[in-house]
C-alpha cells in the first residue's frame, strides 16, 4: 500500500485507552486520549504500531475532540487486531500519522453521499459530521449496511436532530426481528435512494468487494468517475 502524505506527518505520539465498547464478532470501538494534541484532517487515518507491527486505522472522532477514537474490526488470525483486542483502558500505544487524501473536498455538487459498509463506517463518523458544519444549505446523505451492529445509531440520531439536512438509510443484513429499516446489502437499495448522478459527490468506505460492486452500481446510475472517492481495507 502507497501511503499518501497529505500534510507534514506528525512524529509519532502515545495514546492512553480511556474506554472500550465491545459488539459483535469481536469488534469494538475504543476510545484514547493522545499524550499531546495530533492535528489532522475529518477522514484521515493514522499507523497504529503494536509491538513493531504498522498498519493504518482511521480516525473516528472528530478533529477539535480531546479523544482519538477507533472502529476496529478484528481479525482472529491476523497480525494487529487480536492484539488491540486485548488491551485495556489504561494501557498506551503508539500512532503516527495523520496519513490520507480521504476527507470532504470543497465541491459544488448539492449533495455529498456517503456509502459504508461494517467497520467503513469509522471515517464517516467525522466526515460527515465536517460535511454537515461545512455545507450547510447541501444535502447530506448516509447509507450505512452492517451485519448485527448500527454502530454510533445514537450519535447518527443526535446529528439529525441539529442537521435537518442529513438523510440515513440504514442497511441490516442479519436484521433482528424488531429492525425497521432496509434488510440486505447497500448496493440493492443503491437505486431506489440514489435516482441519478446529477449535482451529486459521493464517498465510499469498506472492504473491497463491497466499494468495487457500490462503484459499479453509481456507474450504472451513471455517475462519473469524478464524482466517487473510495478508500478500502
Ligand atoms: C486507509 C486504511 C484505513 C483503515 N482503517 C481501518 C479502521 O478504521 N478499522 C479497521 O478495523 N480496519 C481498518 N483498516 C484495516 C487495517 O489496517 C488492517 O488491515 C486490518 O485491521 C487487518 O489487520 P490485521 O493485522 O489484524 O490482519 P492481517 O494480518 O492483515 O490479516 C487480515 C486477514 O487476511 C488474512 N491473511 C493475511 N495474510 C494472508 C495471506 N498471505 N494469504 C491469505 N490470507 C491472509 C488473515 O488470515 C486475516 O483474516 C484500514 C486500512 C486502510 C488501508
Request: glycine share 6%; with cysteine; charged share 30%.
Amino acid at each position: 500500500m502507497v501511503i499518501q502524505k497529505a500534510e507534514e506527518v506528525q512524529n509519532s505520539i502515545k495514546v492512553k485507552i480511556e474506554s472500550v465498547e465491545r459488539f459483535q464478532e469481536d469488534n469494538f470501538f475504543m476510545k484514547t486520549k493522545p499524550e499531546k494534541k495530533l492535528s489532522f484532517k475529518a477522514g484521515q487515518f493514522v499507523m497504529i504500531n503494536i509491538d513493531g507491527v504498522h498498519k493504518p486505522f482511521s480516525i473516528a472522532s472528530f478533529p477539535g475532540e480531546d479523544t482519538l477514537d477507533f472502529l476496529i474490526s478484528v481479525h482472529p488470525d491476523g497480525e494487529i487486531t487480536p492484539k488491540l483486542a486485548k488491551l485495556k483502558p489504561g494501557e498506551e500505544f503508539e500512532v503516527e500519522g495523520p496519513y490520507g487524501m480521504f476527507f470532504v473536498k470543497d465541491t459544488p455538487a448539492k449533495e455529498i453521499i456517503f456509502i459504508a459498509a461494517g467497520t467503513g463506517i469509522a471515517p464517516f463518523r467525522s466526515m460527515v459530521t465536517d460535511a454537515l458544519f461545512r455545507f450547510p444549505d447541501k444535502k447530506v446523505t448516509l447509507i450505512f449496511g452492517f451485519r448485527y451492529d448500527f454502530y454510533f445509531k445514537d450519535f447518527w440520531k443526535k446529528l439529525q436532530k441539529v442537521h435537518k439536512n442529513l438523510r440515513i438509510c440504514a442497511c441490516c443484513t442479519r436484521p433482528h426481528r424488531t429492525w425497521k429499516g432496509y434488510t440486505g446489502r447497500v448496493t440493492e437499495h443503491l437505486g431506489g435512494e440514489i435516482k441519478n448522478a446529477k449535482d451529486k459527490e459521493v464517498y465510499i468506505c469498506g472492504p473491497p468487494p463491497m466499494v468495487k460492486d457500490t462503484r459499479e452500481h453509481l456507474k450504472e446510475i451513471g455517475f462519473a468517475d469524478k464524482q466517487i472517492r473510495l478508500e478500502r481495507w
